[in-house]
């Protein structure tokens, strides 16, 4: 049986249209039936039934168009950064780089507004990725109310990586399917200490949340699924082929998703967002509306895709023919012809499956809030239980081939199709995210379908493989390619032969390194250096002629100190010495006051050789999470090398455009 | 219910002692009985019974001490790093030390024997530990087979931890939960390729465990349970409390064991190593037998304590009193006042929670294969069950009081003593472990209790927070510093506010450090140093005046490359120069051929500023893996931090002895 969640959207808006007059039409006691009228009522009953449908379309069209057009104008108009999934952005948050505002107070509350409204709105999306944002919104929120947190952006990041964990949580009823989507999926530096706090915040969220009961159920699962027969060595193929299918349509999903969001990007598509959402949402309910495997909520759906026929199941998905003879009412219902209602669900399932599809490229990614999660599900529940019912009846009509016969004898409950949903919504999201074990503890706490441990891994791992054969990103490794972001993945490999001399600047023929020296340079010297450049920072040499290294100074520090000084400090002027040494450099008699800058000098700068090999250097940039590094041979200054430069010698290195790397 | 699975031990044993002679003193129909017969027949029961039962008890011990000593003699012979439960030493190896021998092939077989008869010896110890370093002895079988592996030891740890991952998952049937189980507890270095990987093994390792079918029951759930009712929100008050307890335990054992092991290291005890385990078996198995929750296996014991009484449980510890009015025999049965059996039960349960908690100090750390997992579990199952029973008969005769009233009512079934004992079994494992993800995770996975996870990961963490305010060294971590392995825990946090400068040698007073110059020593001069003194490498330098570093030599290279230089150059005498340079120095002619060593010169050393903080310092050696780290400062050296350094520094700021640090 199938314990349906989390009922929300548009399937349900309509249910007072259908109200039925009482007692209008019906007879008293002893008295005789007028024949035509009954005859012309069952003619009304016809019309009125079409024009009831017709109304409760056009309401439907109506409602979910007035949903879509008021959440994307509060987006517009008050949170541009409340739209899409927020993970890849929250990955590259999490990486280390800073995007003002966009995990503030205002994208909090716009995104849980419009959160709901898209929802009902019908639209081929879900809540649960960008519920991710919104934990980690209030996860920024409180920290911003600790000093140890909001002043320190490392501590802040971890942070933020339990409170993905909690979004996660509680979006799936899946604390420990949380931890692991943190870990696997969303945080860059994610040490054990981190771990232990995110399993805390997992643990508080889904305490309150089984506390609020929004089930109904006292349970944490969404999807409770109780299928009543183990599965079979012989029904691995079905599934791996369910994984092959989920990889499939993953490369599928991210290769048309981001060619339409480029063009969204490069051409005039993008000048219009709230046009861009009216129409998908108006052709998604002009073709959803009459399929009833669209019209309804797509947890809904997944929920009666998971669902294992009992004997009291009112599913169309679940009229087979019952043999008459068999009387006995348990559980454990053997396998059945199909009856007619199960070869019409085939066919519908068939065009839903179609359409959301096309659908979920062209909405994800919309100035929306919009998930991922639930329309990959539904795709693979779709396709899953349609190869489940194929199975189903093959094995019924052919029990005597050679593959049946070892585990499915007449009158068994071999084959259960809800598992193969099961099994296909999970290898559809594994490959368009390519996660693997927060997957399937994610998939087995969303169902509680421990036993289905092996099937469920075995499709995922295929799902990935496959995916990975055609490209190794997943949909948010691609999105942050697409927006550019500097992220330093953790899961490439960088496996070529350059040394840090390739990477470093200066190049050859390029100008030399722009350096400090400890104690000869002036104020103004620095100032104009400062104004001709736009580095972050500079190193501080002992002198232009030795270029032994003794420290960096940020290009942010430098002026503050020097713009509080020349305010505060009296003797302060444009020839000034500026000296980083513990003493002041000795000056003639009627030289001006030095200005001593060692307070905003790094005494311990990350150092590389230039033999150092770029496997190595790529590895110090992303374990210990560094912004720049210096090249030193024998001790000599040679060069810098940033973050930017990484990512851009990795996307030479890969024949990416190394111009794609577009913040510093 | 309760699936027992794994039925092993010494229980079954004598159950062949039992058998009834069939037919013997029966009447034939129509016959009268002959009362004085009867009459002595009676007495006669009582003292065969009497008999049989010392038999049965000789038997008993006869047996343990029989398997016992064949353990400890086969370790002892053959393989005496088979011994104990492994883990410290795998977590030691996976940070980057070498135990030669130690996952050999004869420790992998002597283990796998030794630990079949120890654990059928009735001797308060687990094999899931144990399996652990069996799997970690298999993976590295199978990396010395491919070049790939066996020629890099990072490689070579990826596997290790990979089949870490497999052993937890067909030790418990808990595939998820041994992924994180090699994550949080046994890796030390654990990049997402590696999660990957060892999910793909422990779905391997599921898969083969689940076409073996072990427990005939096609499921992988080792203690399967399936309760009828959901928990209370006050009911987490003893759920917390069995964390308290679970962590006062912890902390109790670990003390207590480590301080009998430090004995059995420092004492003459150590020497008896054969005589300790027959000693401990003999005990174990006499005070064992009488009671018969501590005679049959562990695992069984677990299973009946985990056990929601069913209406045909037939254990004792479901004897209530039922309720003659109600005859429904449904699985829901309402909460009844304890019977007889109970009672005798709750007796029995106390003196074998007592006898459990005394030997298991005694048996963790003696010469023969010894896991933790199972007898800490059976401690928490214990207790748990207790305080479940306990609170299960107080709802029932004060269900009128203001705790119970919102709840529990009379005649519903409230309160699930099997709960309690899962809980308390996690509190325990969680306090001697410190394990908290992947505890949680193991435990659903063991007994598919899904539904429980709120109260399990309460338990789990109280115990780890009341364990952790008596000292942050889980049992593991303890027998490591016991032994005093090089190991670098990712899990304390360095905040001290000490330099590199302060730990680096030479100190003050030290006399310099030895460094080998670029193109100035002779042959002669480095064959000196290198038998004067015993570092592992010399930072190599432009000229001892300028100091500035070029490189670093490792020891064994340059022995090898003079030796070789020695055997096949010609020319290459003691005063011959030897150069690190790209080019040979320029020598007077008749000076003799000088020797290349650039070969040997590692060109990219790692380097940090003698102002950069220690807690910097500790996070680089354990990010990327140090071995050692050259200090400088404004580009020349001043000297070099290893790994010992750093661990004996942090054993000096926790107040430790710094000569604990026994290998380098």
């Known amino acids: ?163 993905a964990a909690a979004g996660v949580s509680v979006a799936f009823g899946a604390p420990i399917g949380g931890v692991l989507f943190s870990l696997e999926e969303v945080s860059y530096y994610f040490p054990l200490k981190t771990l232990w706090r995110s399993f805390f ?27 009543h027969t183990p599965w079979y060595m012989a029904e691995l193929f079905p599934f791996i082929l369910l994984g092959v299918f989920g990889g499939l349509w993953g490369t599928l999903f991210i290769r048309c998703n981001i060619a339409w969001c480029r063009r969204r990007k490069t051409t005039k598509l993008g000048k ?57 009412p348990v559980d454990d219902i053997p396998d059945r012809p199909a009856g007619f209602g199960v070869y019409t669900a085939m066919w519908q399932l068939a065009l839903a499956l179609i359409f959301k599809i096309v659908i979920t490229i062209f909405t994800f990614g919309m100035k929306i809030p919009s998930g991922l ?35 499915c004898r007449p009158g068994a409950d071999c084959v259960t199709p809800g598992l193969y949903a099961m099994v296909g919504a999970a290898a559809c999201l594994g490959g368009v995210t390519r996660m693997t074990v927060s997957l399937v503890v994610i998939m087995f706490e969303l169902t ?26 997943g949909i948010y490794e691609a999105h942050i ?13 960088f496996t070529h032969r350059t040394l840090a001399t390739d990477v470093m600047r200066p190049r050859r023929g390029e100008p030399p ?28 040499v002992v002198s232009r002629d030795s270029e032994r290294l003794i420290g960096f100074a940020q290009r942010r520090e430098l002026i503050l100190a020097i713009k509080n000084a020349r305010q505060r400090q009296e003797g302060i002027v444009s020839n000034s010495i500026m000296y980083f040494t513990e003493e002041p450099p000795e000056l003639p ?27 190595t250097v790529v590895d110090i940039f992303r374990k210990l999470g560094l912004r720049q590094c210096l090249v030193t041979r024998s001790g000599r200054l040679l060069g810098i090398i940033t973050k930017k430069d990484v990512l851009r010698h990795m996307a030479q290195m890969a024949n990416q455009d190394p111009e794609s790397i577009m913040f510093n």
């Open 1 to 163: 049986m199938v314990n349906a969640g989390a009922m929300s959207g548009s399937g349900n808006l309509m249910d007072f249209l259908d109200e039925p007059f009482p007692d209008v039409g019906t007879y008293e006691d002893f008295h005789t039936i007028d024949w035509l009228r009954e005859k012309s009522r069952d003619t009304d009953r016809h019309r009125k039934g079409a024009s009831a449908y017709i109304l409760n379309y056009l309401m439907y069209i109506l409602w979910a168009l007035l949903f879509a057009f008021l959440a994307v104008s509060l987006v517009r108009v008050f949170a541009p950064y409340a739209c899409g999934s927020g993970i890849p952005e929250i990955k590259t948050i999490l990486s280390g780089f800073i995007i003002r505002g966009y995990l503030g107070k205002w994208t909090l509350l716009i995104k849980t507004v419009t959160l709901v409204l898209v929802v009902s709105s019908g639209l081929s999306l879900g809540k649960e990725g960008p519920l991710v944002h919104v934990a980690c919104c209030c996860g920024n929120f409180f920290s911003s109310l600790f000093s140890k947190y909001s002043k320190n952006e490392g501590k802040r990041r971890e942070v933020l990586s339990a409170a």
């Open 201 to 227: 915040a997992a643990l508080v969220a889904a305490f309150t949340l089984r506390s609020i009961n929004p089930f109904g159920n006292s349970r944490l699962v969404l999807f409770y699924v109780e299928y």
């Open 272 to 328: 219009y967002p709230v046009l861009e959402v009216i129409v998908v949402t108006a052709i998604t309910a002009i073709i959803a509306y009459p399929n009833p495997y669209t019209r309804r909520s797509t947890s809904e759906l997944i929920s009666e895709l998971f669902n294992d026929c009992g004997a009291l199941e009112s599913s169309q998905l679940c009229d087979y023919i019952n043999d008459p003879n068999m009387t006995r």
């Open 373 to 407: 999660f639930i329309p990959s599900m539904a795709v693979g529940a779709m396709a899953g239980r349609m190869v489940g019912i194929g199975v189903e009846q093959l094995a019924y009509h052919h029990h005597d081939w050679i593959i049946f016969r070892n585990w």
């Open 448 to 473: 509680g379908g421990l036993e289905y441990i092996v099937p469920l891994m075995a499709a995922a791992v295929t799902s990935k493989w496959v995916a990975d054969a055609f490209g190794k990103e």
């Open 481 to 493: 390619h697409l927006n550019g972001y500097p992220f330093l993945d953790v899961k490439d490999e």
């Open 513 to 540: 390194l722009s350096v400090l020296t400890q104690d000869s340079m002036t104020v103004e010297d620095v100032e104009t250096l400062i104004k001709e450049t736009d580095y972050n920072g500079f190193p501080v």
């Open 589 to 615: 008699a009627n030289s001006p006051h030095p200005l001593k800058l060692r307070r905003v000098l790094n005494l311990s700068p990350f150092t590389v050789t230039d033999h150092t090999p770029m496997e």
